[in-house]
């Protein structure tokens, strides 16, 4: 397994050749990207261009998995990470017959945190989400925007070190999600990672880096100021915009398959790529070689 280069930056995800396909279509091929440590990373891209799928193979639940999937220096999904990484999928994912507290203790036995440190581990993780005072309140009692916030906070609560977080504020008033992105930039200035995928431009601007997606391949890689610099654009989500259109025209012949784009800084020109995934299956690869039922989910 890659270890980080002496006096290099420390990478929280490295992703290196990695080829997914799903229902028999190839999502996601050959994408090179890595995700520094200790800070927040905004997944951004429309709609079906592969961003769920990224943070699945990220987390290790995704099938029919190529290339190389490193995270926290360990392969994706490995045992070992169960505590270390935090998952929220875009819907909640909660038992709704539980009180609040008791899905965050149940959540938090599950991580490995010992008996006598879940009464903390409960109260700061509802504490970080804004949820005091409904703790013995069923999660099928409660509105949407809440039952999000025990999902973040059930993914919070063993301390983990890697966050990843697929759309974690939809549904949420703008009060709420201020709080939550103060909440994010606090767990990354504490040293922990986040990668966060969101469709709101606003928040792309409260990231450290944006990685661009657009058909499973990599747009850009940037920081905000750059992006609206390299645009010439006025806001984000014009920036976002003039970014997409510059890569539907630039990259309108091939499928996803053949487009990539190169992972080291910047805004980067699609290139064709009509090779396969960079050297196969890697020692410390996320998950399979192809040969596993095809992924239905
Ligand atoms: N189980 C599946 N079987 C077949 N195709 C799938 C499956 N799940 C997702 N896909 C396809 O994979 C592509 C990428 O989906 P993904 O959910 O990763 O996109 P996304 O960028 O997260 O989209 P959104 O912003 O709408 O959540 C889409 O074209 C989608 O239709």
Not at 54 to 82: F, I, K, N, W, Y
Not at 91 to 107: C, G, I, K, R
Request: aromatic fraction near 2%.
């Amino acid at each position: 397994m890659r270890k980080n280069l002496p006096g290099a930056p420390p990478v929280a995800i490295r992703v290196a050749g990695l080829r997914v396909v799903r229902g028999g279509r190839t999502i996601i091929s050959g994408l090179d990207v890595d995700v520094p440590a200790g800070s927040v990373v905004g997944l951004l891209g429309p709609s079906g261009s592969g961003k769920t799928t990224l943070m699945r193979a990220v987390v290790g639940v995704q099938d029919r998995v190529s290339g190389t999937v490193e995270v926290l220096g360990e392969p994706a999904g490995s045992p070992s990470l169960r505590r270390r990484v935090g998952y929220v999928t875009q819907d909640a994912s909660v038992y709704t017959d539980l009180t609040v507290a008791q899905n965050l203790d149940y959540f938090a036995a599950l991580a490995g945190v010992p008996s006598r440190g879940r009464k903390a581990a409960v109260a700061a993780a509802m504490s970080d989400v804004d949820l005091g005072g409904h703790e013995k309140q069923p999660v099928r009692t409660l509105s949407g925007g809440e039952r999000s916030r025990v999902s973040l906070a059930a993914a919070l609560v063993a301390d983990p070190e890697l966050l990843v977080l697929d759309e974690p504020t939809v549904g949420l008033d703008p009060v709420l999600r201020r709080d939550l992105w103060d909440t994010f930039r606090q767990l990354a200035a504490s040293g922990k990672s986040l990668l966060v995928s969101s469709h709101v431009m606003d928040e792309a601007t409260q990231c450290d880096r944006l990685l661009l997606l657009r058909e499973g391949g990599l747009v850009a890689d940037i920081t905000p100021g750059a992006l609206l610099e390299e645009t010439g654009a006025p806001d984000a989500e014009r920036a976002f915009l003039a970014l997409i259109d510059a890569a539907n025209a630039a990259g309108a012949e091939p499928p996803a398959r053949e487009v990539r784009g190169r992972s080291t800084g910047g805004v980067h020109e699609p290139v064709a790529a009509d090779r396969g995934p960079a050297g196969g299956v890697a020692p410390g690869t996320a998950a399979t070689d192809g040969t596993r039922e095809e992924d239905a989910r």
